[in-house]
């Protein structure tokens, strides 16, 4: 069975820095133009499609958390994005999907019929909007994968999930104490998989932040930080 890693103060794992993230947009105008989507509530570590499935739909997450995924030949799987509240995914360039969906958590979606989603001005201004969101978010995951340690990796991980901080319109310490509690919802494995390193390694990371004094571990499912801005600082950001 696998191991549930460890928790945080947000219902959806991993965040984007809220920089990367399309303001709210106003939709209340000419709705009834827009193409009608169909709500769906999927439960937790299901697929919503596999990569190969033809892609003649568009989705977007109402509530819950979703990761993307691609297998290799032999098996192995790398997490390429993580998708929160507002995430619109299910996009391909070819007629089918170019990679696979499952929840993390139970979760609402929103399905919309691509060739609907095609003849609306109003729906591709606002997947446009999210589609530069998640460019800068892949950015980021490209420079993690590609430089950064495994401290480094999980230190951004975990920062990732700290609301309001980390990112461009960081907050900055917050008065009588700079610390969080976090909930990862992932497994290890999970996580290992997005930060593209082994399970091992991703327990000697978190045991080395343990030691240093910077996180604790109180309940199997909730890593405390006891200093954003320390943890911060091991991102390799500064």
Known sequence: MAQRSFTVAVESPCRLPTSHRPAAV?????RDEEPQGQRQRVGQHAHIFREG???DRLYQLVDGAVMLYKLLP???RQVV?????????GLSALPVYDCSSETLVASNVIAYERAAVEQSPELLRRLSAHVHAQLC???????????????ERVATFV?????????FDCAGPRCGGDSAVVRL??????????????????????????????IAIDKQEEVRVHD?????QLTGAH
Request: aromatic content about 4%; overall charge positive; charged content about 25%.
């Open 26 to 30: 106003q939709t209340s105008h000419r």
């Open 53 to 55: 499935d033809r892609a």
């Open 74 to 76: 032999d098996g192995r």
């Open 81 to 89: 994005e993580l998708l929160s509240a507002g995430d619109v995914f």
């Open 137 to 151: 978010a892949l950015h980021e995951h490209a420079v993690l994968l590609g430089r950064k340690s495994a401290l």
């Open 159 to 167: 920062m990732h999930c700290v609301p309001g901080r980390g990112g």
């Open 185 to 214: 919802g992932m497994t290890r494995q999970e996580i290992a998989d997005y930060l593209g390193l082994t399970l091992e390694t991703v327990s000697r990371a978190f045991s080395e932040l343990r030691r240093r004094g910077i």
């Open 228 to 232: 954003v801005c320390r943890i911060c």
